[in-house]
């Protein structure tokens, strides 16, 4: 059995509904918020530069992904309307976060909670 992470067949923004879909050849499929993939970026400024130096992200429940930019044929460059860009999405790191999705919100959720931090007003 392979441990290579399935290549992604599709991969759709819907800015209408602000999420983003991605299917990948083993067929499963991911579809995630703007919030989320903000509030777990793989930048420095939200996953620290070691272990333990996690930022809890507050205040993007209305922020909007403007552009994705593919970085040669293993990544993509999120464009969020807050100016966040400088994350790159590896399909490894958006196929983990499609695996644990229910998991990394909750924790998110509860961390947000723990520090007296919001979610931010709803989107408008």
Same mark, same amino acid.
């Given at each position: 059995?392979?441990?290579a992470t399935p290549w992604p067949v599709e991969v759709k923004l819907k800015q209408?509904?602000?999420?983003?879909?991605?299917?990948?050849?083993?067929?499963?499929?991911?579809?995630?918020?703007?919030?989320?993939?903000r509030v777990h970026s793989p930048s420095a400024e939200v996953k620290g530069h070691?272990?333990?130096?996690?930022? +809890?992200? %507050?205040?993007?429940?209305?922020?909007?992904?403007? =552009?994705?930019?593919?970085?040669?044929? @293993?990544?993509? #460059?999120?464009?969020?309307?807050?100016?966040?860009?400088?994350?790159?999405? +590896?399909? %490894?790191?958006?196929?983990?976060?499609?695996?644990? =999705?229910?998991?990394?919100?909750?924790? @998110?959720?509860? #961390?947000?909670?723990?520090?007296?931090?919001?979610?931010?007003?709803?989107?408008?």
């Amino acid at each position: 059995m392979s441990n290579a992470t399935p290549w992604p067949v599709e991969v759709k923004l819907k800015q209408a509904e602000n999420t983003l879909e991605i299917s990948f050849e083993d067929g499963s499929h991911c579809q995630f918020s703007a919030e989320f993939l903000r509030v777990h970026s793989p930048s420095a400024e939200v996953k620290g530069h070691g272990p333990g130096q996690e930022v +809890t992200v %507050a205040g993007k429940r209305g922020v909007a992904i403007t =552009r994705l930019d593919p970085v040669g044929n @293993y990544a993509l #460059r999120i464009h969020f309307d807050d100016g966040h860009d400088t994350g790159l999405y +590896t399909w %490894a790191y958006f196929h983990q976060l499609g695996q644990r =999705r229910e998991e990394l919100w909750s924790d @998110y959720l509860r #961390r947000l909670s723990l520090q007296g931090l919001s979610r931010g007003p709803d989107r408008e």
